[in-house]
Structures are given as C-alpha cells and as structure tokens.
C-alpha cells in the first residue's frame, strides 16, 4: 500500500502546488517566478514538472511540494503534510497521534481541551449571549471553534486527567499552572451562580503539596491555529460580568515549544489563500474584529491579536501579497505605535495602506452596525504616507509644529521606502501640500539615512534569511535515523560517510546529538515518508548533494565576509589564505552544481 506521501504526489503536481503561492510562467519545460524565499526583482526560482521539485539560483531554495509548504507557510512536516493531504483528498490514517510523538500528544492535549471548551460555551447561557450581543453567528462561531472556560478552578484539568494526559503535558502547552504553597485565590464571582458554576473555596496547601489549577476562567475562549489548522493556542476574553478591572480583558497562552508569538497570526490559517486570491492582507487588532470581518466576506483578514507585528509575520504576508491594508482609529494613534513595524513593511517593498474608520470605534463594531461604513473604508484606504499627512495637516497647525510633524512622522517613513521614484513622487507631494520647500524637505530627508541604515536594515536582512537549508537538513537526518532504527546497514553506512565529509566529526556529533533529541517526530516522518521501508538510494543520494551544496555555501559566504575585513585591515597572509579557501569552496560548488545540471 502506497504512503500518504506518494499518494499525494501522485494528486498533486508541483506546478500546481507552487503555482497556487506564487505566479509562474513557463521557461521551456519548466515554470519560473520571483523566488518567494528572498528579495528579487529578476526571477530566478524555477520548478521542474518532471522532477517534481524546484530550485532557486539566488539563494538555493530546493526540495519538493512537502519542503516548498513548510518554508513557505513556516510549519513542520506534519504541518505540510496535513495542509496538502487536505488539498489532495488523502486520509491520513497513520499520522494519527500515538504515544511515541510527544509533539503528536501536545497537539492532542491542545485539541481536547478545544472540545472542552466548546461544549462548555454550549452549557453556559451568558457566554452564549455575549457572543450574541457582539453580533456572533452560530455558523461563525462553530467554524472558529469559540469555547468557554468555566469559572471553575480545575474542570479542564480534571477532565483531561480522564483523557489520559499528564500535568506536565497541559504545562507544556500552557493550559494549567501549578501552585506549591498557601491557598488558591478566590476570585471575583468564584460563588456566581450567573455563570451557571459554583466553585467552592479551595482549602490551604499542605507542606510539600503541589496543586495544578486552569489557567483559563471565566473566559470566552479562541482557538489560535498554526498555519495547518492545528490548535497550537488559545487567546482569552474575560466575561464582562467576571471583569474585576485587575485580570487583563484579554489573556494569551504563554510562549510554547507549539506557539511562538512573533511568528504566528490569528485567523491566517483560514485567510491564507484568499489573501493570494485578492492579492491583499487586511491586518485588524483583535480577535472580534477579525471574526466579523470575515463574517462579513472579507475573509483576506488576519489579526495581530494586540500585539505588534514582527519582521517574521510581514515577511509571511509579503510571500501571499505586497498589499497591506491596516485598520486603524482615524486619529492614527495606533499608526504611530506600530510605526516601526510599518516601516519594515515598507522596507520589504509592501504597498502599506490604512483603512480609516471613525474615532472611537472599532472594525467589529463598525461592521457590525453600519456595514456600508466598512466597505466604505476598505475601498478608501489610503498609503500610509497620504494618510499620516492628512492627520498631520488637519490636526497641527501651520508653521513650525507642522514642519516638526512631517520630519519626525513622515520623512522616516519615506526613508524606509525600497523605490526612489516613490521617494520622489511623496516629497513632491508633501511639499505641495504641506506649503514647506521642497529642497528643505530632501535636505532633511538625507540626514536620516545612517541611524535608519544602522539599525533596522541589518534586522530586516536577517529575519529575510532563506531558511531552506535547515528543512533540507532535518530531512536528511530523519532518513539517517530511520537508517539507525532500522539497522540499515548500507544506507547508514553511506549517509555516515557523506555527512562526515559534509561536516566534518565534530560539527557531525553536535548534529547527532540535536536530532536525536528529537528522534520520536522524526520517525513518525519517516514512516509518513516511506512507510515500512526506506528511500531509494537515488532520493537519499540528491538529498545529500543538496544539502552540501547550502553548507558549501553558507561557509563561502562567511569565508567572504571575513576575507573583506582582512583586506581592509591589512592583513595580507590572513587574506592570502582566506582567498585560496574561498577558490576551493567555489570548485566545491561548481562540481555539485555541474552534476545537477547534467541530471536535469
């Protein structure tokens, strides 16, 4: 019986598959587009229907359907796999959680504990209403698998007790906490009877005892999924009858070996493709505000859940569209908080609007009780730069503060610009309006340049990094424990001896060592892979080249770097040697790099 891999290959063509991220256009009998992995303006990605992987000349991306959705939507394999055995129409019947993954056995955690909460909602009659009152459908809220916590000190905990899970599995993915001395706190509304619970009083702690409580309580409760519609975690929003005015109104799961924040948004899971589609992200702030965004049609929305974006998250949206529309009060307070994740929009070359919706009010409400309004403002967003000089134009007045405004507001902004020409039109612009000289404007314009380029380039051109060369890497290393598992002897044998050259003993050991750590979830790839065999030796063989090609140059990389600061310091036998390593690396390269070419 066939894999769920290859039955997936089979299904699913490459073209297809990349072709629904990125447009290609054909190259003889291959497809080419701009490399989704790294900034350029000529295209050098391409992908092979016939090999059934692709390859950039740029920065080296490689690999199949499998590596490209990883990369390019940040998940593991798992993740993939489940994205495209969705798409294909394949079950996956033996990648079901098993003991012997203990990531498979978070995400199950994470998954009961989702159930809980949604029976839970479907108990508790002013959860239910308050979700009402905010203009909730039931459809929406069964498709965004909205729950309730109980104002109860260990329902969850108790109850996934039952299901078999360990309390140090719940802390793992943040569901419980644990407390080792003195009583639990009574919090407000712990006797409540609106709630539809009573908690009694939790009698003191006895010397030693530790006690494991819910982290959540008294909470309406969003899922927040990775990228393959797993639950990975949950954002909280206290029931306005429990609101003591001392417990946040919104508490997020903390930091997990699941959930990272600055790389995860709500809602992308389910916004990912129509963003593509609609070539435009919609960006909200809060969870209620992208629910009725996408209850509404606009279901390109995504959501910071009220945090501020990172370098990892735009570069996410960048690779579906250019096009950013943030949501913002019109008095552009929130523009100015999030002003340096603006301007690393604009530095990665997004087209950055604002969609302006009435001071005091919120996207939710807006499209909740006026939605001609919303539609309205998405189809008048403006670039951030119109924006922000409207504001500043209608609010300061003339003279000396409106001159300060548009320097310290907009001309870091404008620096931050990738196109000179767009430079140029909005200073044009902002002179025009604004009544300042045009020449002051570029004068001050260029004084920005050092403290812009010390400090957020760099940022920009590390969080931009391929990252390929670690999906290559731990593909490999999973076939070489499969090799190890299974007692393969020949397969082992040759992967041990490609790796020593690749690596050399002692990078090798450190290797060894960090995927053996994770030995469990690499089998189970393995088995998702190749079922109860192994790869064939031409597979395994490519692989191996690939990934010498990345380290091969990675290392010319770093070898030129040091190779220039030896020439600018004078040291001329440090730089002799530095340029005879660099030669023979760049042999190295040229040798794999000959032997892919005549086996295209």
Same mark, same amino acid.
């Given at each position: 019986m066939s894999t769920p891999v290859e039955q997936i290959k089979e299904r699913l063509g490459i073209a297809d598959v990349v072709g629904s991220y990125i447009q290609l256009t054909r190259s003889?009998?291959?497809?080419?587009?701009?490399?989704?992995?790294?900034?350029?303006? =000529?295209?050098?990605?391409?992908?092979?229907?016939?090999?059934?992987?692709? #390859?950039?000349?740029?920065?080296?991306? *490689?690999?199949?359907?499998? =590596?490209?959705?990883?990369?390019?939507?940040?998940?593991?394999?798992?993740?993939?796999?489940?994205? $495209?055995?969705?798409?294909?129409?394949?079950?996956?019947?033996?990648?079901?959680?098993?003991?012997?993954?203990?990531?498979?056995?978070? #995400?199950?955690?994470?998954? %009961?504990?989702?159930?809980? #909460?949604?029976?839970?909602?479907?108990?508790?009659?002013?959860?239910?209403?308050?979700?009402?009152?905010?203009?909730?459908?039931?459809?929406?809220?069964?498709?965004?698998?909205?729950?309730?916590?109980?104002?109860?000190?260990?329902?969850?905990?108790?109850?996934?007790?039952?299901?078999?899970?360990?309390?140090?599995?719940?802390? *793992?993915?943040?569901?419980i906490k644990r407390k080792e001395s003195g009583p639990l706190p009574l919090s407000k509304g712990e006797t409540r009877e609106g709630v539809g619970i009573t908690t009694p009083h939790s009698p003191p702690l006895k010397g030693g005892e530790v006690r494991y409580y819910d982290a959540f309580r008294g909470r309406v409760m969003f899922p927040i999924r990775d990228s393959a519609s797993r639950v990975i975690a949950f954002s909280a929003r206290i029931l306005p009858s429990l609101d003591d005015g001392k417990s946040g109104k919104y508490i997020n799961s903390p930091e997990t070996i699941l959930f990272s924040k600055s790389h995860t948004l709500y809602g992308f899971d389910r916004a990912k493709l129509i963003i593509r589609q609609k070539d435009a992200t919609i960006l909200v702030e809060g969870q209620m505000d992208l629910l009725l965004a996408h209850q509404a049609g606009y279901e390109n929305t995504v959501a910071s859940s009220g945090t501020a974006l990172t370098e990892e998250q735009l570069i996410r949206l960048k690779r579906l569209s250019e096009n950013l529309l943030i949501s913002f009060d019109s008095d552009s307070a929130g523009v100015r908080a999030s002003e340096r994740a603006i301007r690393l929009a604009l530095a990665l070359g997004m087209n950055v609007k604002v969609i302006a919706i009435e001071k005091g009010k919120d996207p939710a409400e807006l499209i909740q009780k006026d939605p001609p309004a919303w539609? *309205?403002?998405?189809?008048?967003?403006?670039?951030?730069?119109?924006?922000?000089?409207?504001?500043?134009?209608?609010?300061? %007045?003339?003279?000396?503060?409106?001159?300060?405004?548009?320097?310290?507001?907009?001309?870091?902004?404008? %620096?931050?610009?990738?196109?000179?020409?767009?430079?140029?039109?909005?200073?044009?612009?902002?002179?025009? %309006?604004?009544?300042?000289?045009?020449?002051? $404007?570029?004068?001050?314009?260029?004084?920005?340049?050092?403290?812009?380029?010390?400090?957020?380039?760099?940022?920009?051109?590390?969080?931009?990094?391929?990252?390929?060369?670690?999906t290559l890497e731990r593909r490999v290393f999973c076939i070489y424990l499969l090799a190890e598992t299974k007692k393969e002897a020949t397969l082992l044998s040759r992967m041990e001896t490609d790796l020593l050259r690749i690596f050399g003993q002692t990078l090798l050991n450190k290797k060894v060592e960090q995927y053996r750590a994770l030995q469990d979830v690499l089998l189970l790839e393995a088995e998702a892979l190749y079922g109860e065999g192994a790869p064939a030796e031409a597979e395994e063989q490519e692989l191996s080249r690939h990934l010498e090609e990345g380290h091969l140059t990675a290392l010319l990389s770093e070898k030129m770097d040091t190779l220039v600061v030896a020439e600018r310091e004078g040291k001329k036998e440090e730089a002799h040697r530095l340029l005879g390593e660099c030669k023979e690396l760049t042999q190295k390269l040229a040798t794999l790099k000959s032997h892919r070419f005549n086996h295209q």
């Open positions: 003889g009998s291959s497809l080419k587009g701009k490399c989704p992995f790294h900034n350029e303006k =000529t295209p050098s990605f391409f992908v092979s229907p016939a090999r059934g992987s692709y #390859y950039c000349f740029g920065c080296q991306a *490689k690999g199949d359907i499998f =590596t490209f959705v990883q990369e390019f939507e940040g998940l593991d394999f798992i993740g993939a796999l489940r994205v $495209l055995a969705q798409r294909a129409g394949v079950t996956l019947t033996k990648i079901d959680p098993k003991v012997r993954s203990e990531y498979a056995r978070l #995400y199950l955690c994470l998954e %009961k504990a989702t159930r809980f #909460y949604e029976q839970k909602l479907q108990d508790t009659a002013e959860a239910k209403s308050y979700l009402d009152g905010r203009g909730l459908t039931p459809e929406t809220i069964k498709v965004w698998r909205i729950g309730f916590a109980p104002n109860d000190w260990r329902q969850l905990f108790d109850y996934l007790q039952k299901e078999g899970f360990t309390p140090e599995e719940m802390g *793992k993915v943040g569901l539609e *309205k403002a998405v189809s008048g967003a403006k670039h951030v730069i119109d924006f922000l000089l409207d504001g500043i134009l209608t609010s300061a %007045k003339e003279g000396r503060e409106r001159a300060l405004a548009i320097e310290k507001t907009l001309l870091p902004l404008l %620096k931050a610009l990738t196109s000179s020409v767009e430079q140029s039109h909005f200073i044009k612009v902002v002179a025009e %309006k604004s009544g300042l000289r045009e020449d002051a $404007l570029w004068e001050s314009f260029k004084k920005l340049a050092p403290a812009l380029q010390g400090k957020e380039v760099p940022e920009l051109r590390k969080a931009s990094a391929p990252t390929h060369t670690n």
